[in-house]
């Protein structure tokens, strides 16, 4: 795309146009917010997990039929000690067998698709539903806004773990359920966020100049209003997958997420729980354990870096705002 | 003012009115019969047919609904399906251990991540600051039952291996009985949910010092010749304070719902314990009870703050006029 000469309209922009190569002004944001992020080694380092942990959970399959052992197949000669103990790291078990003697790192692979599963999907859903609510309270106004910020209010002065156990222990854990319990308690940040913005947006000229054009309200709120949101929206969704995984893993290790034989990580964590059994094989804890705050840190450290990435003003104190 | 705290009770009392609505409309839909669960599995048609009447479960829910709600109001929480013990007497005697775990956990988390995140903004980009936000996206990340597992692996069962006594495996001594017994059972859990959440402080504590230290009072402070530490603590960190109180409100409130996990990790038998035994056996009446008072907590929590806000922020209190 050329840059019109006509967008240099004072001297002051034109000498800051000039200071900076030409190149700059061709690149679009998204390059731009790419390259900052190369600058950021945490940023790097935390894709670079995401994509390997998401690698290792498509590979489950390849990883299961290379051991030779199923995610819920038990090796009770070989994978338990002759008192019943699981038998730790070892050529045939590289990351140990749990109290059944299923074949931990196996187990490892088929939890990380749950994890990431759950995770995304809550957390795209979520973040829909929180985008929606959030842009027509704050277009709206009036008993609209008063009715969703309400019940915003209301969501968010739930107790959602005790109502999600609540929940679960009625209508029966399952892997819908988790993600709809998830979705229902996760949406009210990014909601208050939004229709926050929304507002401070709504009486901007670029609106009232669609407006006068002739533009239908649900054409100003999704095409002139929600792409100037789009930054919140990608750092909030990123910073909500962790939180969904923890969420995930938090009832599966009560018992009310994924219903075991299938492995999670959470319910590996409660297997390792159970009966204190971890005190005598550590790597029931700190496999799933490690590979889960991995997972957490790395989504955690990834939506920093995006929203310094994304934002430069905001972080470096700049006339943001 | 009168008309503010009004609208905040009331707001309070409809979150606790839908909150009994919806328990109470999960466990009529539920497919469990309670008075399969009080009579066991060989009872006859006829004396469960005794027992719904006697429940009054074979009146409409509305009718089944004000009954509760009357009870409710006059103090009377109904009696454990399981246990047949009032569920009252239930709550009360598990009660307190909740509240020591959690009075500890806030005071232990308020001390750690104050100071770190204080320190991390009066020095920004200092290698302090970096291991400041280090701990603090770490915490945010960490599981907290995944760290709680390593406390006790890590600080009580390997030196109780090697022969040291340095940390009970969990349980619980009422205060009035041992005080230094209670606060040794109580460290680890302590420990291990102030760790998680004080990273959340740390991070919330160093944004809004760094806001307000670049403010140009604080200059102004400076120019007087005030000491830094005075400028520091009377000065900013006062004006810093409100949303932390908000969120100390918000964690606090939650606090019922967040210990079920520290307290299945380390066998304390509290509220949080209780509800996972109750949903585990589809004790109904527990089960709304420990809700319903979670719902009371956060409620609760959150009037305090705002009134607090009330007192302390003249804008609030002319903003609602």
């Not at chain 2, 309670?34 to 006697?54: F, H, W």
Request: aromatic share 8%.
């Amino acid at each position: 795309m050329k840059t019109p000469a006509v967008k240099l309209a004072t001297p002051h922009t034109a000498a800051i146009a000039a200071r900076n190569s030409a190149d700059v002004q061709l690149r679009g944001s998204w390059s731009l917010t790419w390259a900052r992020l190369r600058r950021d080694p945490a940023s790097l380092a935390s894709i670079a997990a995401i994509v390997l942990i998401a690698a290792f959970a498509l590979a489950a399959p390849l990883i299961a039929s290379w051991t030779g052992h199923g995610p819920t197949e038990q090796f009770r000669e070989t994978g338990l000690s002759p008192a019943g103990i699981p038998v730790g790291p070892s050529a045939e078990f590289l990351l140990g067998t749990d109290q059944l003697g299923r074949d931990v790192l196996v187990r490892l692979a088929y939890g990380a698709q749950v994890s990431l599963l759950v995770g995304v999907v809550a957390s795209l859903v979520a973040s829909a539903i929180g985008v929606v609510i959030g842009v027509v309270a704050g277009f709206f106004g009036g008993w609209i806004d008063t009715v969703l910020s309400r019940t915003t209010d209301l969501v968010m002065s739930v107790p959602f773990l005790l109502c999600a156990i609540a929940l679960v222990a009625v209508l029966g854990p399952s892997l819908p359920l988790s993600i709809a319990v998830i979705v229902f308690f996760s949406w009210t940040g990014l909601a208050r966020v939004i229709r926050g913005q929304v507002i401070a947006l709504r009486h901007r000229e670029f609106v009232e100049a669609a407006r006068s054009l002739g533009a239908s309200r649900t054409s100003i709120m999704f095409r002139d209003i929600l792409p100037n949101l789009v930054v919140p929206i990608i750092v909030y969704t990123t910073l909500m997958i962790p939180s969904a995984i923890v969420f995930e893993a938090t009832l599966s290790f009560l018992g009310l997420g994924i219903v075991p034989p299938t492995p999670s990580w959470g319910n590996m964590l409660a297997d390792a729980a159970n009966g204190s059994l971890y005190l005598l094989a550590w790597w029931m804890v700190v496999v799933p354990g490690l590979a889960l705050l991995a997972l957490t840190l790395a989504f955690n450290l990834l939506g920093d870096g995006l929203r310094d990435a994304l934002d430069p003003s905001a972080s470096k104190g700049g006339k943001g705002a | 003012m009168t008309r503010y705290i009004l609208s905040r009770v009331g707001f309070g009392l409809l979150v606790l009115f839908l909150l009994s609505v919806f328990v109470f409309v999960l466990f009529y839909v539920s497919p469990s019969d309670p008075a399969r669960i009080i009579a066991g599995d060989k009872a006859t048609e006829e004396l469960m047919a005794q027992i719904r009447v006697k429940l009054g479960l074979d009146q409409p829910i509305h009718v089944q609904y004000l009954n509760f709600v009357g009870n409710l109001l006059r103090g009377d929480l109904g009696y454990s399906y399981r246990s047949s013990l009032p569920v009252s007497e239930l709550l009360f005697s598990r009660i307190p251990v909740t509240m020591s775990l959690v009075f500890g956990a806030v005071v232990l988390w308020l001390a750690i991540g104050i100071p770190i995140g204080i320190s991390s903004a009066k020095h920004p980009g200092s290698l302090r600051d970096r291991l400041g936000q280090g701990f603090a996206i770490v915490g945010i990340s960490f599981p907290t039952f995944v760290l709680g597992m390593m406390a006790l692996y890590l600080l009580y069962f390997l030196p109780s291996k090697a022969g040291v006594n340095l940390f009970p495996p969990g349980g619980y001594v009422p205060f009035a009985q041992d005080p230094i017994g209670w606060a040794w059972h109580l460290v680890l859990p302590w420990i291990t949910l102030a760790l998680v959440v004080a990273a959340v402080y740390a991070r919330l504590t160093r944004g809004q010092m760094l806001e307000v230290l670049g403010q140009d009072y604080i200059r102004t402070a400076r120019a007087k010749g005030l000491g830094e530490r005075r400028i520091t603590y009377r000065h900013a960190f006062r004006s810093a304070m409100p949303p932390l109180v908000t969120q100390l409100g918000i964690d606090i409130g939650l606090m019922l719902g967040g210990v079920i996990v520290i307290e299945q990790v380390f066998g304390l038998l509290g509220v949080g314990s209780l509800a996972v035994t109750s949903v585990s056996m589809q004790d109904r009446p527990v089960i709304i009870a420990i809700v319903l008072l979670g719902g009371l907590f956060v409620v609760v929590a959150n009037l305090v703050v705002d009134l607090c806000y009330a007192l302390l922020d003249s804008r609030v209190r002319t903003a609602a006029r």
